[in-house]
């Protein structure tokens, strides 16, 4: 199938095409004014996003839950601006998500981005973090911060992403659903929320399983999740949560080169060296797998003291990994074998201790946050051979035994001034972590050792009213986003732990709008500017492991726009567009200055025209997905992902007997059928950097919730 580029011109067809299908409805009748959503992310307490000086959106429930899977985050994610949200369809190594670049070259979980769930970090605290222990079922609401006001979460936050899930509440409410769709994909859930003796409780539990689109692709999620709400006095509140993630022998079907993407998408990259299955993937020989079991446990308590507030958050669990990856051991001396299983147990806790000040100050409302985050994980790793003998996928022999610690310490002040057309807002956090090795195989040279990172990240934000329907601001910031551990793993000479990695710091500068066009319609725009230094980028790749280094000066610099509509009659839109020029600014090796960022798309957009009854009985939607082409390498030497637009589906119904809820969804994927590269593994040295997307596919659902 011929490969179709998506430009930027194609981009501003859509976007005009959207435009026109909004004017064209002007003259419906009106329907219900846009509220504006308060939010947690950015200021610390509950504030309407329209007079925060930063770009936030807010995904609701209805858009996380209704008519999806509820598997990947990436599912809702793609309808923000500035943020690239690709499921991989490797549930081995979860999804990519980068927030303006930052993130991008991430080759498993989220790096450069901050995940945080119920005000428990996603991200641990050398800043790698994973959306899959993400509750989607339970979602309330997901917010997504981008830009400057990021950076006072600290390392690693080129942007946030925060999940917040539902509290008990009401009547007590048992639900259970039915999902299945193409490649065999289906899920089943059941979850039962209420509230008694003023205790809220929701339990949720979940089993997805499917093939697979790819080869060797197939995986199974399960996953539960606990919440307990109770307030002890009149003015305070205790939150409990728990959550279980276990994931056995999911299928890892690897990259591919560009020839056997163009070959057949689904299919797996083929090892020359294997004389005796010479048409067996790589990843069957290898039989390339990670198995996941992840549980934790939380507690968060507030007291409110007049205007003011306290607030205690703790939190701990553990992490086991076994994962089995693909190298051959015939281009690998014993002296340089890292070993193809890695094997870790992770104890992880953390602690956040906050004081928020309220007074009057100049006329106006001084609010100021002063807080402590702890965060420590401690893991014990071992790697051995993929091999026994003749034989791979086995767990041979020892090469690899340590343990690995990783603390953080940042303490934090926030302080934002209201008073009449002003909103001015300042923070600094100060951020050390440290990361230390102790090396128990030490046959191949001791790698013992430690190093430890600091940095000061001030913030600085103003917004102007200029109308009760338009809103100005400018924003300021800098940041820091150390090496994680794996990329300290391996140094590029083939020695122990690349201590010498630096941090990469940045200065975020970002102006913006935001504007009610009408009662009924609401567009944020915003322009950014991110200068970084020291960037890290991929140094060596191949045998097994990846060594880092750090490279040039880089540039990020571009535009985003989101739109929300009500036309009235029932029908709304969302329009979210993103423009971004991602650029080394200076040349480095092979790289020559002003080459693109690898796994930045130079523009994104999604698109929604929807429409629901007006006793929300029945509802439908068309969606685009729109992407630029793709480098996979910062040579931008080999052949980049083409971009593509697709087109989706989807049709809803509810209905309502007495104490019973059910509702009915059915989703089309990919309408048009377009082969499409999803996402890409930045620097693979073999050439294998392309994850092909699915073409058409399908969904359907039903649920059904008993009230009592």
């Given at each position: 199938?011929k490969?179709?580029?998506?430009?930027?011109?194609?981009?501003a067809?859509?976007?005009?095409?959207?435009?026109?299908?909004?004017?064209?409805?002007?003259?419906a009748?009106?329907?219900?004014p846009?509220a504006d959503?308060?939010?947690?992310s950015?200021?610390?307490?509950?504030h309407?996003?329209?007079?925060?000086p930063?770009?936030?959106d807010?995904?609701?429930?209805?858009?996380?839950?209704?008519?999806?899977?509820?598997?990947?985050a990436?599912?809702?994610?793609?309808?923000?601006?500035?943020?690239?949200?690709?499921?991989?369809?490797?549930?081995?190594?979860?999804?990519?998500?980068?927030?303006?670049?930052?993130?991008?070259?991430?080759?498993?979980?989220?790096r450069?981005?901050?995940?945080?769930?119920?005000?428990?970090p996603?991200?641990?605290?050398?800043?790698q973090?994973?959306?899959?222990?993400?509750?989607?079922?339970?979602?309330?609401?997901?917010?997504?911060?981008?830009?400057?006001?990021?950076?006072?979460?600290?390392?690693h936050?080129?942007?946030?992403?925060?999940?917040?899930?539902?509290?008990g509440q009401?009547?007590?409410?048992?639900?259970?659903?039915?999902?299945?769709?193409?490649?065999s994909?289906r899920?089943?859930?059941?979850?039962?929320?209420?509230?008694a003796?003023?205790?809220?409780?929701?339990?949720?539990?979940?089993?997805?399983?499917?093939?697979?689109?790819?080869?060797?692709?197939?995986?199974?999620?399960?996953?539960?999740?606990?919440?307990?709400?109770l307030?002890p006095?009149?003015?305070?509140?205790l939150?409990?949560?728990a959550s279980?993630l276990?994931?056995?022998?999911?299928?890892?079907?690897?990259?591919v080169?560009?020839a056997t993407?163009?070959?057949?998408?689904?299919?797996g990259?083929?090892?020359?060296?294997?004389?005796?299955?010479?048409?067996?993937?790589?990843?069957?020989?290898?039989?390339?797998?990670?198995?996941?079991?992840?549980?934790?446990?939380?507690?968060?308590?507030?007291?409110?003291?007049?205007?003011?507030?306290?607030?205690?958050?703790?939190?701990?669990?553990?992490r086991?990994?076994i994962?089995?990856q693909?190298f051959?051991?015939?281009v690998?001396t014993?002296a340089s074998q890292?070993?193809?299983?890695?094997?870790?147990?992770?104890d992880f806790?953390?602690?956040?201790?906050?004081?928020?000040?309220?007074?009057?100050?100049?006329?106006?409302?001084?609010?100021?946050t002063?807080?402590?985050?702890?965060?420590?994980?401690?893991?014990?790793r071992?790697?051995?051979?993929?091999?026994?003998?003749?034989?791979?996928?086995?767990q041979g022999k020892?090469r690899?035994?340590e343990?690995?610690t990783v603390?953080?310490?940042?303490?934090?002040?926030?302080?934002?001034?209201?008073?009449g057309?002003?909103?001015?807002?300042?923070g600094?956090?100060h951020?050390?972590?440290k990361?230390?090795?102790?090396?128990?195989?030490?046959?191949?040279?001791?790698?013992?050792g430690?190093?430890s990172?600091?940095?000061?990240?001030?913030m600085?934000g103003?917004?102007y009213?200029?109308s009760?329907?338009?809103?100005?601001?400018?924003?300021a910031?800098?940041?820091?986003?150390?090496?994680?551990?794996?990329?300290?793993?391996?140094?590029?000479?083939?020695?122990?732990?690349?201590?010498?990695?630096?941090?990469?710091?940045?200065?975020?500068?970002?102006?913006?709008?935001?504007?009610?066009?009408?009662s009924?319609?609401?567009?944020?725009?915003?322009?950014?500017?991110?200068?970084?230094s020291?960037?890290?980028?991929?140094?060596?790749?191949?045998?097994?492991?990846?060594s880092y280094r750090?490279?040039?000066?880089?540039?990020?610099?571009?535009?985003e726009?989101?739109l929300?509509?009500?036309?009235?009659?029932?029908?709304?839109?969302?329009?979210a567009?993103?423009?971004?020029n991602?650029?080394y600014?200076?040349?480095f090796?092979?790289v020559a200055?002003?080459?693109?960022l690898?796994?930045?798309?130079?523009?994104?957009?999604?698109?929604?025209?929807?429409?629901?009854?007006?006793?929300d009985?029945?509802?439908a939607?068309?969606?685009?997905i729109?992407?630029?082409?793709?480098?996979?390498?910062?040579?931008?030497?080999?052949?980049?992902?083409?971009?593509y637009a697709?087109?989706?589906?989807?049709?809803?119904?509810k209905?309502?007997f007495?104490?019973?809820?059910?509702?009915?969804?059915?989703?089309?994927?990919?309408?048009?059928d377009?082969?499409?590269?999803?996402?890409?593994?930045?620097?693979?040295?073999?050439?294998?950097?392309?994850?092909?997307?699915?073409?058409r596919?399908?969904?359907a659902?039903?649920?059904a919730?008993?009230?009592?």
């Amino acid at each position: 199938m011929k490969q179709h580029p998506f430009r930027l011109n194609d981009i501003a067809t859509l976007f005009a095409l959207s435009a026109a299908g909004m004017a064209a409805a002007a003259d419906a009748p009106a329907s219900a004014p846009l509220a504006d959503v308060v939010v947690i992310s950015g200021s610390r307490v509950e504030h309407g996003s329209f007079d925060l000086p930063a770009a936030i959106d807010v995904l609701d429930a209805a858009r996380i839950r209704d008519g999806q899977l509820r598997v990947n985050a990436s599912e809702s994610l793609s309808a923000v601006p500035g943020l690239v949200a690709q499921n991989r369809q490797n549930y081995a190594q979860d999804l990519q998500i980068s927030s303006r670049g930052f993130g991008a070259r991430s080759a498993f979980g989220v790096r450069g981005v901050r995940l945080i769930a119920d005000g428990i970090p996603a991200t641990m605290p050398d800043g790698q973090g994973q959306a899959a222990t993400f509750n989607l079922d339970m979602a309330e609401r997901i917010e997504v911060l981008r830009g400057p006001f990021s950076a006072i979460y600290g390392n690693h936050s080129g942007g946030t992403v925060q999940l917040f899930t539902r509290d008990g509440q009401g009547r007590p409410s048992v639900e259970g659903s039915v999902i299945g769709g193409s490649n065999s994909t289906r899920k089943v859930d059941v979850n039962a929320q209420g509230e008694a003796n003023g205790i809220g409780y929701v339990i949720d539990t979940s089993r997805f399983e499917t093939d697979g689109y790819r080869a060797h692709s197939a995986a199974t999620r399960d996953q539960g999740f606990a919440k307990l709400t109770l307030a002890p006095t009149s003015t305070s509140k205790l939150t409990l949560t728990a959550s279980a993630l276990s994931q056995d022998d999911t299928q890892d079907p690897l990259g591919v080169t560009w020839a056997t993407y163009q070959r057949d998408p689904r299919a797996g990259e083929t090892d020359a060296t294997d004389t005796q299955t010479p048409k067996r993937s790589i990843a069957d020989r290898y039989n390339t797998r990670k198995s996941i079991d992840h549980k934790q446990v939380g507690a968060a308590f507030e007291q409110r003291l007049g205007d003011d507030r306290v607030r205690a958050m703790v939190y701990g669990g553990n992490r086991q990994v076994i994962q089995y990856q693909a190298f051959s051991k015939f281009v690998q001396t014993p002296a340089s074998q890292s070993g193809g299983v890695v094997d870790f147990d992770r104890d992880f806790y953390g602690a956040d201790i906050n004081w928020l000040s309220v007074r009057s100050m100049a006329g106006g409302k001084l609010s100021t946050t002063i807080g402590i985050d702890y965060g420590r994980s401690s893991d014990q790793r071992q790697g051995y051979e993929n091999f026994v003998g003749n034989q791979f996928g086995l767990q041979g022999k020892l090469r690899r035994d340590e343990s690995n610690t990783v603390s953080s310490f940042d303490p934090y002040v926030q302080s934002e001034w209201q008073g009449g057309d002003w909103v001015l807002t300042a923070g600094l956090r100060h951020s050390r972590m440290k990361v230390s090795v102790d090396d128990r195989f030490v046959s191949n040279g001791n790698d013992s050792g430690g190093v430890s990172y600091r940095h000061t990240t001030p913030m600085l934000g103003a917004l102007y009213k200029i109308s009760p329907t338009i809103n100005v601001y400018a924003s300021a910031a800098r940041g820091f986003e150390t090496p994680t551990l794996n990329e300290l793993f391996y140094s590029g000479a083939g020695a122990g732990f690349n201590f010498a990695l630096k941090p990469a710091t940045s200065t975020h500068v970002e102006a913006g709008v935001k504007a009610y066009i009408s009662s009924n319609t609401r567009i944020n725009g915003a322009l950014f500017h991110v200068k970084t230094s020291d960037e890290l980028v991929v140094d060596i790749a191949g045998g097994g492991r990846t060594s880092y280094r750090n490279a040039s000066e880089t540039l990020r610099k571009g535009a985003e726009v989101s739109l929300d509509s009500n036309f009235g009659a029932g029908f709304s839109a969302r329009l979210a567009l993103t423009a971004l020029n991602a650029t080394y600014q200076q040349g480095f090796g092979n790289v020559a200055a002003g080459n693109r960022l690898p796994g930045v798309p130079k523009a994104n957009l999604f698109g929604e025209l929807a429409w629901k009854s007006s006793d929300d009985g029945f509802g439908a939607a068309l969606e685009t997905i729109a992407s630029g082409k793709v480098y996979a390498d910062d040579a931008n030497a080999d052949i980049a992902a083409p971009g593509y637009a697709i087109l989706n589906a989807r049709f809803q119904a509810k209905q309502a007997f007495g104490g019973w809820r059910l509702k009915q969804f059915v989703r089309l994927n990919n309408l048009s059928d377009r082969r499409h590269v999803g996402s890409v593994i930045v620097g693979d040295a073999n050439k294998r950097f392309y994850e092909a997307a699915p073409q058409r596919n399908w969904l359907a659902g039903v649920s059904a919730q008993y009230v009592f």
